[in-house]
Protein backbone atom coordinates (compact mmCIF):
# COMPACT_ATOMS: atom_id res chain seq x y z
CA UNK A 1 0.00 0.00 0.00
CA UNK A 2 1.07 3.32 -0.35
CA UNK A 3 1.32 5.16 2.55
CA UNK A 4 0.61 8.19 0.39
CA UNK A 5 -3.08 6.55 0.22
CA UNK A 6 -3.15 5.81 4.05
CA UNK A 7 -6.21 7.61 5.68
CA UNK A 8 -5.33 10.56 7.70
CA UNK A 9 -3.45 10.37 10.41
CA UNK A 10 -4.80 13.62 12.90
CA UNK A 11 -5.79 10.98 15.41
CA UNK A 12 -1.99 9.22 15.24
CA UNK A 13 0.11 10.22 17.94
CA UNK A 14 3.68 9.31 16.22
CA UNK A 15 6.40 8.50 17.88
CA UNK A 16 9.50 11.33 18.69
CA UNK A 17 11.40 10.94 15.74
CA UNK A 18 14.91 9.97 16.09
CA UNK A 19 15.75 8.94 12.61
CA UNK A 20 18.57 6.52 13.52
CA UNK A 21 16.83 4.96 16.27
CA UNK A 22 14.08 4.20 13.53
CA UNK A 23 16.13 2.49 11.31
CA UNK A 24 17.80 0.66 13.45
CA UNK A 25 14.87 -1.02 14.91
CA UNK A 26 14.26 -2.87 11.29
CA UNK A 27 18.37 -3.39 10.48
CA UNK A 28 19.75 -6.79 11.21
CA UNK A 29 22.24 -7.08 13.54
CA UNK A 30 24.69 -8.93 11.49
CA UNK A 31 24.73 -7.55 8.05
CA UNK A 32 23.34 -4.39 9.17
CA UNK A 33 21.15 -3.70 6.34
CA UNK A 34 17.52 -3.73 6.64
CA UNK A 35 15.97 -6.81 6.85
CA UNK A 36 15.57 -9.03 3.79
CA UNK A 37 13.65 -12.33 4.69
CA UNK A 38 13.93 -11.94 8.50
CA UNK A 39 14.40 -15.16 10.61
CA UNK A 40 13.57 -15.08 14.14
CA UNK A 41 15.20 -17.19 16.19
CA UNK A 42 14.23 -19.22 19.46
CA UNK A 43 16.23 -16.98 21.12
CA UNK A 44 13.65 -14.48 20.29
CA UNK A 45 16.09 -12.43 18.22
CA UNK A 46 15.73 -11.87 14.44
CA UNK A 47 18.21 -12.19 11.79
CA UNK A 48 17.96 -12.31 7.84
CA UNK A 49 17.87 -15.88 6.25
CA UNK A 50 21.27 -15.18 4.32
CA UNK A 51 22.82 -14.60 7.88
CA UNK A 52 22.08 -18.30 9.17
CA UNK A 53 25.10 -19.75 9.90
CA UNK A 54 26.32 -23.06 7.91
CA UNK A 55 24.52 -25.65 9.42
CA UNK A 56 25.91 -29.31 10.80
CA UNK A 57 24.30 -32.17 11.74
CA UNK A 58 24.48 -33.01 15.48
CA UNK A 59 25.50 -36.26 17.58
CA UNK A 60 24.29 -37.75 20.58
CA UNK A 61 20.59 -37.16 19.66
CA UNK A 62 18.16 -40.14 19.73
CA UNK A 63 15.02 -38.42 20.77
CA UNK A 64 13.10 -37.59 19.26
CA UNK A 65 15.27 -38.43 16.41
CA UNK A 66 13.12 -36.65 13.66
CA UNK A 67 14.88 -36.02 10.13
CA UNK A 68 13.70 -32.23 10.36
CA UNK A 69 15.22 -32.22 13.91
CA UNK A 70 18.91 -32.94 12.84
CA UNK A 71 21.08 -30.30 11.40
CA UNK A 72 21.45 -27.25 13.69
CA UNK A 73 23.69 -24.15 14.14
CA UNK A 74 24.98 -22.26 16.32
CA UNK A 75 23.72 -18.94 17.21
CA UNK A 76 25.82 -16.13 15.78
CA UNK A 77 24.90 -13.49 17.89
CA UNK A 78 27.17 -12.68 20.95
CA UNK A 79 24.44 -12.60 23.53
CA UNK A 80 23.03 -15.93 22.86
CA UNK A 81 25.09 -19.34 23.13
CA UNK A 82 22.98 -21.83 22.52
CA UNK A 83 22.57 -24.16 19.16
CA UNK A 84 19.21 -23.50 17.69
CA UNK A 85 17.79 -26.39 15.14
CA UNK A 86 17.55 -25.16 12.00
CA UNK A 87 13.91 -26.40 11.55
CA UNK A 88 12.92 -24.06 14.51
CA UNK A 89 13.76 -20.90 12.28
CA UNK A 90 11.06 -19.87 9.73
CA UNK A 91 10.72 -16.84 8.12
CA UNK A 92 9.10 -14.22 10.28
CA UNK A 93 5.47 -13.09 8.60
CA UNK A 94 5.33 -10.15 10.45
CA UNK A 95 8.49 -8.63 10.60
CA UNK A 96 8.94 -9.39 7.47
CA UNK A 97 5.08 -7.51 6.75
CA UNK A 98 5.98 -4.60 8.40
CA UNK A 99 9.79 -4.53 7.64
CA UNK A 100 8.08 -4.22 3.63
CA UNK A 101 5.99 -1.65 4.80
CA UNK A 102 9.12 0.85 5.82
CA UNK A 103 11.37 -0.21 2.98
CA UNK A 104 8.38 0.67 0.80
CA UNK A 105 7.16 3.80 2.35
CA UNK A 106 11.06 4.96 2.30
CA UNK A 107 11.07 4.22 -1.65
CA UNK A 108 8.46 6.72 -2.06
CA UNK A 109 9.55 9.57 -0.42
CA UNK A 110 12.98 9.59 -1.23
CA UNK A 111 11.11 9.62 -4.76
CA UNK A 112 8.87 12.26 -3.82
CA UNK A 113 12.23 13.48 -2.15
CA UNK A 114 13.90 14.21 -5.63
CA UNK A 115 10.97 15.79 -7.27
CA UNK A 116 11.17 18.31 -4.40
CA UNK A 117 14.76 18.67 -4.64
CA UNK A 118 14.88 17.55 -0.61
CA UNK A 119 18.25 16.31 0.15
CA UNK A 120 20.36 15.94 3.50
CA UNK A 121 24.10 15.65 4.08
CA UNK A 122 24.78 12.65 6.86
CA UNK A 123 27.94 10.70 7.88
CA UNK A 124 28.51 7.85 9.81
CA UNK A 125 29.55 8.73 13.11
CA UNK A 126 33.02 7.77 14.44
CA UNK A 127 35.86 8.64 16.56
CA UNK A 128 35.99 11.92 15.61
CA UNK A 129 33.34 12.93 16.34
CA UNK A 130 33.42 11.36 20.18
CA UNK A 131 36.55 13.45 20.16
CA UNK A 132 34.99 16.30 19.32
CA UNK A 133 37.10 17.22 16.18
CA UNK A 134 35.48 17.89 12.73
CA UNK A 135 34.47 14.78 10.69
CA UNK A 136 36.88 12.96 8.65
CA UNK A 137 37.00 13.16 4.46
CA UNK A 138 37.85 10.07 3.56
CA UNK A 139 36.96 6.49 3.99
CA UNK A 140 33.45 5.38 5.27
CA UNK A 141 33.07 8.59 7.45
CA UNK A 142 32.72 10.60 4.35
CA UNK A 143 29.59 12.88 4.57
CA UNK A 144 27.20 12.06 1.75
CA UNK A 145 24.03 13.99 0.03
CA UNK A 146 21.37 11.95 -0.11
CA UNK A 147 17.48 12.89 -1.47
CA UNK A 148 15.24 12.54 1.30
CA UNK A 149 14.87 13.91 5.04
CA UNK A 150 16.64 12.37 8.12
CA UNK A 151 14.67 9.49 8.44
CA UNK A 152 14.89 8.58 4.16
CA UNK A 153 19.04 9.11 4.36
CA UNK A 154 19.67 7.46 7.24
CA UNK A 155 17.47 4.56 5.44
CA UNK A 156 19.19 4.91 2.71
CA UNK A 157 22.33 4.85 4.15
CA UNK A 158 21.71 1.33 5.64
CA UNK A 159 19.90 0.06 2.36
CA UNK A 160 23.60 0.89 0.89
CA UNK A 161 25.31 -1.53 3.50
CA UNK A 162 27.22 1.78 4.44
CA UNK A 163 25.81 2.06 8.26
CA UNK A 164 26.74 -0.75 10.90
CA UNK A 165 24.18 -1.75 13.27
CA UNK A 166 25.61 -0.26 16.35
CA UNK A 167 27.25 2.94 14.51
CA UNK A 168 25.27 6.25 14.63
CA UNK A 169 25.34 9.04 12.31
CA UNK A 170 25.92 12.96 12.32
CA UNK A 171 23.49 15.08 10.13
CA UNK A 172 25.62 18.08 8.75
CA UNK A 173 22.60 20.47 7.21
CA UNK A 174 20.65 20.18 4.33
CA UNK A 175 21.24 22.47 1.24
CA UNK A 176 17.65 22.21 0.73
CA UNK A 177 15.51 21.92 3.61
CA UNK A 178 11.61 20.94 3.04
CA UNK A 179 9.69 23.88 2.55
CA UNK A 180 7.93 25.61 5.61
CA UNK A 181 8.32 22.43 7.96
CA UNK A 182 11.52 21.48 10.00
CA UNK A 183 13.34 17.89 9.36
CA UNK A 184 11.67 16.56 12.33
CA UNK A 185 7.92 18.23 11.55
CA UNK A 186 8.34 16.69 8.33
CA UNK A 187 9.55 13.02 9.19
CA UNK A 188 6.78 12.69 11.87
CA UNK A 189 4.29 13.67 9.35
CA UNK A 190 5.31 10.89 7.06
CA UNK A 191 6.15 7.96 9.84
CA UNK A 192 2.66 8.64 11.42
CA UNK A 193 1.51 7.52 7.60
CA UNK A 194 3.80 4.57 7.73
CA UNK A 195 2.52 3.90 11.39
CA UNK A 196 -1.22 3.59 10.76
CA UNK A 197 -0.14 1.28 7.61
CA UNK A 198 2.08 -0.99 9.94
CA UNK A 199 -0.82 -1.13 12.62
CA UNK A 200 -3.11 -3.38 10.47
CA UNK A 201 -0.23 -6.71 10.48
CA UNK A 202 0.29 -5.87 14.00
CA UNK A 203 -2.52 -7.87 15.30
CA UNK A 204 -2.48 -11.02 17.00
CA UNK A 205 -4.89 -13.82 14.66
CA UNK A 206 -6.15 -15.38 17.91
CA UNK A 207 -7.92 -12.75 19.99
CA UNK A 208 -7.74 -9.65 17.01
CA UNK A 209 -5.95 -7.20 19.39
CA UNK A 210 -2.13 -6.10 19.44
CA UNK A 211 0.30 -8.16 19.69
CA UNK A 212 0.74 -8.58 23.92
CA UNK A 213 4.01 -10.37 25.04
CA UNK A 214 4.54 -11.49 20.94
CA UNK A 215 5.68 -14.91 20.90
CA UNK A 216 6.98 -16.26 17.11
CA UNK A 217 6.75 -20.22 16.27
CA UNK A 218 9.33 -21.94 14.43
CA UNK A 219 7.04 -21.59 11.56
CA UNK A 220 7.14 -18.12 11.64
CA UNK A 221 3.66 -17.01 12.89
CA UNK A 222 3.67 -14.79 15.71
CA UNK A 223 0.85 -14.73 19.04
CA UNK A 224 0.33 -13.12 21.82
CA UNK A 225 1.64 -15.33 24.70
CA UNK A 226 -1.32 -16.00 26.55
CA UNK A 227 -3.39 -16.77 23.55
CA UNK A 228 -0.86 -19.13 22.57
CA UNK A 229 -0.73 -20.90 25.56
CA UNK A 230 -4.66 -21.66 25.48
CA UNK A 231 -4.18 -22.93 21.96
CA UNK A 232 -1.85 -25.29 23.75
CA UNK A 233 -3.85 -26.31 26.48
CA UNK A 234 -5.46 -28.33 23.53
CA UNK A 235 -3.29 -28.59 20.34
CA UNK A 236 0.39 -29.07 19.73
CA UNK A 237 -0.23 -27.32 16.08
CA UNK A 238 -0.02 -23.68 15.05
CA UNK A 239 -3.72 -22.31 14.47
CA UNK A 240 -2.67 -20.71 11.40
CA UNK A 241 -0.27 -23.06 9.08
CA UNK A 242 -1.08 -26.50 11.21
CA UNK A 243 2.62 -27.53 11.92
CA UNK A 244 3.11 -29.25 14.79
CA UNK A 245 5.18 -26.76 16.80
CA UNK A 246 7.79 -27.94 19.14
CA UNK A 247 7.95 -25.64 22.04
CA UNK A 248 7.09 -25.96 25.54
CA UNK A 249 3.67 -25.73 25.76
CA UNK A 250 3.76 -23.76 29.39
CA UNK A 251 5.81 -20.93 27.09
CA UNK A 252 7.89 -19.84 29.94
CA UNK A 253 9.67 -16.69 29.15
CA UNK A 254 13.46 -18.49 30.00
CA UNK A 255 12.87 -21.07 27.67
CA UNK A 256 10.51 -19.59 24.76
CA UNK A 257 12.01 -15.93 24.64
CA UNK A 258 9.41 -12.83 23.16
CA UNK A 259 10.23 -11.51 19.51
CA UNK A 260 12.67 -8.85 20.45
CA UNK A 261 12.26 -6.75 17.38
CA UNK A 262 8.23 -7.13 17.07
CA UNK A 263 8.75 -6.20 21.03
CA UNK A 264 10.75 -3.20 20.24
CA UNK A 265 8.43 -2.14 17.07
CA UNK A 266 5.43 -2.10 19.70
CA UNK A 267 6.97 -0.13 22.36
CA UNK A 268 8.17 2.36 19.29
CA UNK A 269 5.39 2.72 17.08
CA UNK A 270 2.25 1.96 20.01
CA UNK A 271 3.58 2.46 23.40
CA UNK A 272 0.10 4.22 24.82
CA UNK A 273 -2.02 1.44 23.26
CA UNK A 274 0.55 -1.41 24.69
CA UNK A 275 -0.07 -0.22 28.00
CA UNK A 276 -3.85 -0.12 27.79
CA UNK A 277 -3.00 -3.43 26.47
CA UNK A 278 -1.11 -4.59 29.69
CA UNK A 279 -3.54 -3.37 31.51
CA UNK A 280 -6.20 -5.47 30.09
CA UNK A 281 -4.92 -8.63 30.22
CA UNK A 282 -3.49 -8.00 33.92
CA UNK A 283 -7.31 -7.33 35.00
CA UNK A 284 -8.36 -10.16 32.63
CA UNK A 285 -6.38 -12.91 34.30
CA UNK A 286 -6.72 -11.19 37.95
CA UNK A 287 -10.42 -11.85 37.43
CA UNK A 288 -9.92 -15.54 36.18
CA UNK A 289 -7.57 -16.45 39.20
CA UNK A 290 -10.38 -15.07 41.31
CA UNK A 291 -12.68 -18.29 40.65
CA UNK A 292 -9.61 -20.80 40.51
CA UNK A 293 -10.93 -22.57 43.08
CA UNK A 294 -11.58 -26.46 41.39
CA UNK A 295 -12.57 -29.42 43.09
CA UNK A 296 -10.36 -31.84 43.41
CA UNK A 297 -10.96 -35.74 43.08
CA UNK A 298 -8.57 -37.29 45.57
CA UNK A 299 -8.74 -41.12 44.48
CA UNK A 300 -5.71 -43.22 42.38
CA UNK A 301 -2.42 -42.60 41.19
CA UNK A 302 -3.21 -41.69 37.53
CA UNK A 303 -0.85 -40.89 34.04
CA UNK A 304 -1.98 -38.80 30.87
CA UNK A 305 -2.47 -40.67 27.79
CA UNK A 306 -3.53 -43.95 29.91
CA UNK A 307 -7.31 -45.46 30.96
CA UNK A 308 -8.22 -45.15 34.76
CA UNK A 309 -11.50 -46.27 35.95
CA UNK A 310 -13.33 -45.15 38.40
CA UNK A 311 -15.97 -46.51 40.89
CA UNK A 312 -18.24 -43.85 42.54
CA UNK A 313 -19.99 -44.98 45.37
CA UNK A 314 -21.30 -41.75 47.37
CA UNK A 315 -20.94 -43.08 51.34
CA UNK A 316 -17.42 -44.41 50.40
CA UNK A 317 -16.85 -41.05 48.14
CA UNK A 318 -17.57 -38.81 51.13
CA UNK A 319 -15.40 -40.94 53.75
CA UNK A 320 -12.38 -40.47 51.12
CA UNK A 321 -13.07 -36.87 50.77
CA UNK A 322 -12.32 -36.55 54.63
CA UNK A 323 -9.26 -38.42 54.52
CA UNK A 324 -8.12 -36.43 51.70
CA UNK A 325 -6.80 -33.56 53.79
CA UNK A 326 -4.21 -35.59 55.85
CA UNK A 327 -0.80 -36.35 55.19
CA UNK A 328 -1.13 -38.56 52.59
CA UNK A 329 -2.57 -36.03 50.33
CA UNK A 330 0.09 -35.32 47.29
CA UNK A 331 0.48 -32.07 45.63
CA UNK A 332 0.57 -33.66 42.11
CA UNK A 333 -1.70 -35.17 40.21
CA UNK A 334 -3.71 -36.02 36.53
CA UNK A 335 -6.45 -34.27 34.64
CA UNK A 336 -8.60 -36.62 33.67
CA UNK A 337 -11.28 -36.17 30.64
CA UNK A 338 -14.04 -38.74 31.27
CA UNK A 339 -15.03 -40.70 27.95
CA UNK A 340 -17.86 -42.79 28.85
CA UNK A 341 -20.25 -43.06 32.33
CA UNK A 342 -22.76 -45.59 33.48
CA UNK A 343 -25.28 -44.31 36.30
CA UNK A 344 -26.99 -46.74 38.38
CA UNK A 345 -30.59 -46.35 40.47
CA UNK A 346 -28.64 -46.81 43.70
CA UNK A 347 -26.48 -43.52 43.09
CA UNK A 348 -23.62 -45.34 42.34
CA UNK A 349 -21.50 -45.30 38.82
CA UNK A 350 -18.50 -46.25 36.48
CA UNK A 351 -16.42 -43.93 35.42
CA UNK A 352 -14.38 -44.26 32.47
CA UNK A 353 -11.67 -41.58 31.88
CA UNK A 354 -8.14 -41.24 30.10
CA UNK A 355 -5.56 -38.98 31.38
CA UNK A 356 -5.00 -35.61 29.63
CA UNK A 357 -2.22 -33.55 31.32
CA UNK A 358 -0.53 -33.49 34.99
CA UNK A 359 -0.74 -30.54 37.59
CA UNK A 360 0.72 -29.36 40.60
CA UNK A 361 -1.80 -28.00 43.19
CA UNK A 362 -0.68 -24.81 44.58
CA UNK A 363 -3.34 -24.32 47.64
CA UNK A 364 -6.08 -26.50 48.76
CA UNK A 365 -8.80 -26.57 51.37
CA UNK A 366 -11.92 -28.30 52.02
CA UNK A 367 -15.00 -26.62 51.04
CA UNK A 368 -18.61 -28.35 52.24
CA UNK A 369 -16.84 -31.45 52.54
CA UNK A 370 -14.80 -31.27 48.79
CA UNK A 371 -11.20 -30.62 48.31
CA UNK A 372 -10.31 -27.53 46.59
CA UNK A 373 -7.26 -26.05 45.45
CA UNK A 374 -5.92 -24.31 42.66
CA UNK A 375 -3.45 -25.90 40.67
CA UNK A 376 -0.84 -25.24 37.76
CA UNK A 377 -0.14 -27.33 35.03
CA UNK A 378 2.70 -29.50 34.36
CA UNK A 379 4.70 -30.13 31.13
CA UNK A 380 7.78 -31.12 29.80
CA UNK A 381 10.65 -29.38 28.59
CA UNK A 382 10.80 -28.42 24.48
CA UNK A 383 12.29 -30.66 22.22
CA UNK A 384 15.31 -28.57 21.79
CA UNK A 385 16.10 -28.71 25.70
CA UNK A 386 15.32 -32.19 25.44
CA UNK A 387 17.80 -32.81 22.89
CA UNK A 388 20.36 -31.01 24.73
CA UNK A 389 19.77 -32.50 28.15
CA UNK A 390 20.76 -35.63 26.70
CA UNK A 391 23.95 -34.67 23.99
CA UNK A 392 25.49 -33.08 27.63
CA UNK A 393 24.61 -36.58 29.31
CA UNK A 394 25.72 -39.01 26.48
CA UNK A 395 28.49 -36.26 25.76
CA UNK A 396 29.03 -34.78 21.65
CA UNK A 397 32.72 -36.33 22.00
CA UNK A 398 31.16 -40.01 22.43
CA UNK A 399 31.27 -41.06 18.84
CA UNK A 400 27.17 -41.15 18.36
CA UNK A 401 26.28 -39.85 15.15
CA UNK A 402 23.07 -40.13 13.19
CA UNK A 403 21.76 -42.73 10.46
CA UNK A 404 18.60 -43.07 9.25
CA UNK A 405 16.37 -46.67 9.98
CA UNK A 406 14.30 -48.61 7.86
CA UNK A 407 11.28 -46.66 9.78
CA UNK A 408 12.04 -43.73 8.44
CA UNK A 409 13.46 -42.13 11.64
CA UNK A 410 17.15 -41.50 12.89
CA UNK A 411 18.84 -43.64 15.19
CA UNK A 412 22.93 -43.19 16.88
CA UNK A 413 25.70 -45.41 14.75
CA UNK A 414 28.42 -46.25 17.24
CA UNK A 415 29.17 -44.46 20.81
CA UNK A 416 27.03 -46.04 23.34
CA UNK A 417 24.00 -48.32 21.66
CA UNK A 418 24.02 -50.50 24.85
CA UNK A 419 20.61 -52.24 25.48
CA UNK A 420 21.47 -53.37 28.64
CA UNK A 421 22.95 -51.96 32.41
CA UNK A 422 23.90 -53.49 35.31
CA UNK A 423 23.93 -50.25 37.36
CA UNK A 424 21.41 -47.22 37.59
CA UNK A 425 25.29 -45.42 36.94
CA UNK A 426 24.87 -46.80 33.64
CA UNK A 427 21.74 -45.19 32.52
CA UNK A 428 22.98 -41.93 32.71
CA UNK A 429 24.97 -42.23 30.16
CA UNK A 430 22.94 -44.60 27.48
CA UNK A 431 21.27 -42.72 24.67
CA UNK A 432 17.44 -41.93 25.32
CA UNK A 433 17.19 -44.77 22.06
CA UNK A 434 19.23 -47.26 24.01
CA UNK A 435 17.36 -46.19 27.07
CA UNK A 436 13.76 -47.14 25.44
CA UNK A 437 15.70 -50.31 23.74
CA UNK A 438 16.60 -51.56 27.74
CA UNK A 439 13.19 -50.99 28.61
CA UNK A 440 11.34 -52.71 25.58
CA UNK A 441 13.67 -55.33 25.28
CA UNK A 442 12.69 -56.23 29.00
CA UNK A 443 9.13 -56.23 28.46
CA UNK A 444 9.67 -58.44 25.75
CA UNK A 445 11.04 -60.83 27.91
CA UNK A 446 8.76 -60.72 30.68
CA UNK A 447 6.13 -61.55 27.95
CA UNK A 448 7.64 -64.08 26.94
CA UNK A 449 8.06 -66.18 30.61
CA UNK A 450 4.29 -65.33 31.15
CA UNK A 451 4.37 -62.96 34.27
CA UNK A 452 1.24 -62.27 36.00
CA UNK A 453 1.49 -58.63 35.61
CA UNK A 454 2.17 -58.91 31.14
CA UNK A 455 -2.05 -60.82 31.16
CA UNK A 456 -3.94 -60.50 28.41
CA UNK A 457 -6.63 -58.49 30.49
CA UNK A 458 -4.20 -56.23 31.11
CA UNK A 459 -3.05 -55.31 27.66
CA UNK A 460 -6.77 -55.08 26.54
CA UNK A 461 -7.08 -52.41 28.99
CA UNK A 462 -3.82 -50.32 28.80
CA UNK A 463 -2.71 -51.83 24.93
CA UNK A 464 0.00 -53.54 23.91
CA UNK A 465 3.68 -51.89 24.52
CA UNK A 466 3.89 -48.86 23.12
CA UNK A 467 7.17 -47.88 20.72
CA UNK A 468 7.00 -43.98 21.37
CA UNK A 469 9.30 -43.03 24.07
CA UNK A 470 6.76 -40.46 25.52
CA UNK A 471 4.09 -43.05 26.04
CA UNK A 472 5.95 -45.98 27.03
CA UNK A 473 6.60 -44.53 30.52
CA UNK A 474 3.40 -44.19 31.67
CA UNK A 475 2.26 -47.41 29.87
CA UNK A 476 5.19 -49.46 32.10
CA UNK A 477 3.67 -47.52 35.12
CA UNK A 478 0.26 -48.39 34.95
CA UNK A 479 1.58 -52.13 34.56
CA UNK A 480 4.15 -52.79 36.24
CA UNK A 481 3.86 -54.03 40.02
CA UNK A 482 5.66 -51.83 42.00
CA UNK A 483 4.76 -49.25 44.83
CA UNK A 484 2.67 -46.24 43.88
CA UNK A 485 5.33 -44.09 45.73
CA UNK A 486 7.62 -45.03 43.05
CA UNK A 487 5.41 -44.79 40.06
CA UNK A 488 4.85 -40.85 41.85
CA UNK A 489 7.72 -39.92 40.84
CA UNK A 490 6.57 -39.69 36.91
CA UNK A 491 4.64 -37.43 37.43
CA UNK A 492 7.00 -34.48 38.65
CA UNK A 493 9.78 -35.03 35.93
CA UNK A 494 10.11 -32.83 32.65
CA UNK A 495 11.70 -35.08 30.16
CA UNK A 496 11.02 -38.29 28.74
CA UNK A 497 14.45 -39.45 29.33
CA UNK A 498 14.17 -38.80 32.62
CA UNK A 499 10.86 -41.19 32.94
CA UNK A 500 12.85 -43.28 30.72
CA UNK A 501 15.43 -43.55 33.31
CA UNK A 502 13.27 -44.34 35.97
CA UNK A 503 11.38 -46.98 34.34
CA UNK A 504 15.29 -48.33 34.09
CA UNK A 505 15.97 -48.18 37.55
CA UNK A 506 12.92 -50.16 38.32
CA UNK A 507 13.81 -52.66 35.78
CA UNK A 508 17.40 -53.26 37.23
CA UNK A 509 15.95 -53.73 40.78
CA UNK A 510 13.93 -56.57 39.50
CA UNK A 511 16.02 -58.02 37.60
CA UNK A 512 18.82 -57.93 40.69
CA UNK A 513 15.84 -59.44 43.21
CA UNK A 514 15.28 -62.19 40.57
CA UNK A 515 18.55 -62.76 40.49
CA UNK A 516 19.15 -63.22 44.17
CA UNK A 517 15.51 -65.53 43.88
CA UNK A 518 16.89 -67.68 41.81
CA UNK A 519 20.54 -67.62 43.51
CA UNK A 520 18.86 -68.25 46.24
CA UNK A 521 20.49 -65.43 48.31
CA UNK A 522 17.61 -63.80 49.70
CA UNK A 523 16.26 -65.35 52.98
Not at 94 to 112: F, P, T
Not at 179 to 189: L, P, V
Not at 207 to 222: E, N, Q, R, S
Not at 388 to 402: K, L, M, T
Request: negative net charge; contains cysteine.
Amino acid sequence: MDPSEAPPAESWKPPAVHARDIVRIFQCRLCSVPYRDAVTLPCGRSICKSCLPESHARTSITYPALPNRIQAFQCPLPDCTKEHVLDDCGVDVILNKVASIVGGAMGHYQAEAVELRQSTSIAVEGSWDKAGIGPSESGEHRPRTISGTRLVATWTLAADGALKFDAGVVYLGSPSPPAGETFAEYDAKALSKVQEVMRTEMDCQICYALFHDPLTTGCGHTFCRPCLHRILDHSRYCPICRRKLAINSLLKPSSCPSNERITNIIQTFWKDEMMARQEAVAAERAARHQDLDVPLFVCTLSFPMMPTFLHIFEPRYRLMIRRAGDAHFHELGTLLRIVNAQFYPDGRSLIETVGLSRFRVGHYGQLDGYIVGRTERIDDVSLEEEEAIEAAEVGYDSGVGAEEGHDGRYYADGGDSREDAQTEGDLDTMTTQSLMQFAVGFVTRMRDQSVPWLTERMLAIYGNCPDDPAIFPWWFASMLPVKDHEKYRLLETSSVRDRLKICGSWIIEMETVRWSLNGCTIL
